[in-house]
């Protein structure tokens, strides 16, 4: 049983629990889960500072436990996570930069203070079609699996509408994970059309539908980044959100894609 199904399997048993119409069953089954977790806790807290007591070693052991997700949230839930929330936050947000990136954006960690992160988001990419939905999905994503801990995101140079893209689930595409250099693959999923490609080892998805034409780019060339329209011959540069060559005013719908742990995950509003 992977992590996610141990956590839905609680999640599920405790809204059980909360829905039971007996009071005093509720509140018993209440004190013995706390009473196991701060067991357990109790017993986590040993192992740790036996590791650390241990030398270099030990030390080394303690630091890679949080590559576990599960072990990390163990340590999470005690208060023993061996990372800071700051550098957590650093490193979640340098995970989605490459995506970021290729459209023409970056983002940056301006403070940290009372567990709300205040970022910065730069270029291009604060004012693309896609920003909310990069921030709402790409940023937070990454920031709910390395730090669950984070009390709230402020975010600046952002231009995002009340919407943004909430409402949207995240899709595994094992299809692509190993697309090519320079290859362009056309996958359906959910009913939608895309278009994935791999410029310069960057996975990009967008809608396979040209901005100026409405046809089906995936039978266009690729070269170099830029994907002609097999229809109207005109050209989108891949690396700028897909951004019309010759006219700025046109653009491609680009979709949040992340790469991770040799899994590919595409955001499709519901």
Same mark, same amino acid.
């Given at each position: 049983?992977?992590?996610?199904?141990?956590?839905?399997?609680?999640?599920?048993?405790?809204?059980?629990?909360?829905?039971?119409? #007996?009071?005093? %069953?509720?509140?018993?089954? #209440?004190?013995?889960?706390?009473?196991?977790?701060?067991?357990? +806790?109790?017993?986590?807290?040993?192992?740790?500072?036996?590791?650390?007591?241990?030398?270099?070693?030990?030390?080394?052991?303690?630091? @890679?436990?949080?590559?576990?997700?599960?072990? $990390? %949230?163990?340590?999470?839930?005690?208060?023993?996570?061996?990372?800071?929330?700051?550098?957590?936050?650093?490193?979640?947000?340098?995970?989605?930069?490459?995506?970021?990136?290729?459209?023409? +954006?970056?983002?940056?960690?301006?403070?940290?203070?009372?567990?709300?992160?205040?970022?910065?988001?730069?270029?291009?990419?604060?004012?693309?079609?896609?920003?909310?939905? %990069?921030?709402?999905?790409?940023?937070?994503? @990454?920031?709910?699996?390395? $730090?669950?801990?984070?009390?709230?995101?402020?975010?600046? +140079? $952002?231009?995002?509408?009340?919407? +943004?893209?909430?409402?949207?689930?995240?899709?595994?595409?094992?299809?692509? @994970?190993?697309?090519?250099?320079?290859?362009?693959?056309?996958?359906?999923?959910?009913?939608?059309?895309?278009?994935? $490609?791999?410029?310069?080892?960057?996975?990009?998805?967008?809608? #396979?539908?040209?901005?100026?034409?409405?046809?089906?780019?995936?039978?266009?060339?690729?070269?170099?980044?830029?994907?002609?329209?097999?229809?109207?011959?005109?050209?989108?540069?891949? &690396?700028?959100?897909?951004?019309?060559? #010759?006219?700025?005013?046109?653009?491609?719908? &680009?979709?949040?894609?992340?790469?991770?742990?040799?899994?590919?995950?595409?955001?499709? @509003?519901?």
């Amino acid at each position: 049983m992977d992590v996610e199904q141990l956590v839905e399997r609680v999640q599920g048993l405790q809204a059980q629990l909360e829905s039971s119409p #007996d009071s005093a %069953t509720r509140e018993l089954a #209440d004190q013995l889960i706390a009473a196991v977790v701060q067991m357990y +806790g109790a017993g986590l807290e040993r192992i740790l500072d036996s590791l650390l007591e241990a030398g270099p070693e030990g030390e080394r052991i303690v630091a @890679a436990l949080p590559a576990d997700r599960l072990v $990390a %949230t163990l340590l999470l839930i005690h208060g023993r996570h061996p990372v800071a929330l700051e550098q957590r936050v650093q490193d979640a947000l340098d995970s989605v930069r490459p995506y970021m990136e290729s459209h023409g +954006g970056n983002v940056e960690l301006l403070s940290l203070e009372n567990g709300v992160a205040r970022i910065h988001l730069q270029g291009s990419c604060s004012d693309c079609s896609a920003s909310s939905v %990069t921030l709402e999905l790409a940023i937070k994503q @990454a920031l709910e699996e390395a $730090a669950p801990d984070l009390e709230g995101l402020e975010v600046e +140079g $952002a231009n995002v509408p009340p919407s +943004g893209g909430s409402d949207s689930v995240w899709i595994d595409l094992e299809s692509v @994970a190993d697309l090519a250099d320079g290859s362009l693959a056309a996958v359906s999923v959910v009913g939608r059309e895309l278009l994935v $490609a791999n410029v310069d080892g960057a996975l990009l998805a967008y809608r #396979d539908c040209c901005a100026s034409c409405g046809a089906p780019l995936h039978g266009g060339l690729l070269l170099a980044g830029a994907l002609s329209c097999p229809e109207c011959a005109r050209s989108f540069f891949l &690396p700028t959100a897909g951004r019309s060559m #010759d006219d700025e005013r046109i653009q491609l719908e &680009p979709v949040p894609l992340l790469r991770e742990d040799g899994r590919v995950r595409v955001a499709l @509003a519901q």
